[in-house]
């Protein structure tokens, strides 16, 4: 069974700070690795996303680094806001086979920055 | 502009009463997902549909249906909704399984059984 394992399950930051989100997974046969973040009431929506043949992608506060050989990313947000505070979820994307396209989502983390 | 626009928001539903969810798409995508997500977990895939091609998670219990009748519309019908499928359903579209836009989630439909 595909397992996108993410950490910390929560956390807390204050504003200014950096907050950071580590995933692992298992499986190679991935070609797409999105980071969802998701209000209270709402559903998922899409913040930043990575090739895995790119290491780092930064798309301004958020930037998404990306270990191939170690099968690891990461989500980090610089000068975190109370804005910021919300569910984040990674996923990994099946790049074939009968389900392809399928996200596999992280078990998500609760963000909390304090003013 | 709402772009996946599902309904009802919130559905109260009694134990064992069919029950449909739907959803709608402006965007002319041509994949659509249905995900459960329970409180506090990450949403779960239950099927998708590929234009007409129907494509049903392995583990996605038969009680759960779905229907596309056009590119617009898809629809989630549990057939006997049992307490443990309360849940948030969440429907999604992309254009395509390997682009760049990956999915679109609409606000999801809260599912309570009495």
């Known amino acids: 069974q595909q397992q996108v394992k993410q950490s910390p399950q929560s956390l807390i930051v204050q504003k200014g700070g950096i907050s950071i989100i580590n995933c692992a997974y298992e499986?190679?046969?991935?070609?797409?690795f999105p980071w969802y973040q998701q209000f209270p009431g709402k559903g998922p929506a899409l913040l930043i996303a990575?090739?895995?043949?790119?290491s780092e992608k930064k798309e301004g506060r958020f930037t998404i680094s990306f270990n191939k050989s170690a099968k690891q990313f990461s989500l980090h947000i610089m000068d975190s806001q109370p804005g910021d505070s919300a569910t984040y979820f990674c996923?990994?994307?099946?790049?074939?086979?009968?389900?392809?396209?399928?996200?596999?989502f992280g078990q998500g983390t609760i963000l909390t920055v304090h003013p | 502009d709402a772009m996946v626009i599902q309904n009802p928001r919130y559905q109260v539903t009694q134990f064992g009463k069919p029950v449909t969810l739907s959803c709608s798409q402006t965007?002319?995508?041509?994949?659509m997902y249905w995900y459960q997500q329970k409180s506090s977990q990450a949403p779960k895939l239950l099927f998708h549909?590929?234009?007409?091609?129907?494509?049903n998670e392995a583990d996605t219990p038969d009680n759960f249906q779905s229907r596309r009748p056009n590119t617009s519309f898809c629809f989630l019908d549990i057939r006997s909704p049992g307490l443990g499928d309360a849940a948030m359903y969440l429907c999604?579209?992309?254009?395509?399984?390997?682009?760049?836009?990956?999915?679109?989630f609409g606000p999801g439909t809260r599912l309570l059984v009495l």
């Open positions: 996923a990994t994307r099946n790049a074939g086979g009968t389900s392809y396209g399928k996200l596999t």
């Open positions: 499986n190679t046969a991935f070609d797409y």
């Open positions: 990575i090739r895995p043949d790119v």
């Open positions: 965007l002319n995508h041509n994949v």
């Open positions: 549909y590929y234009d007409k091609d129907f494509n």
């Open positions: 999604a579209t992309s254009r395509d399984p390997s682009g760049e836009e990956t999915q679109y």
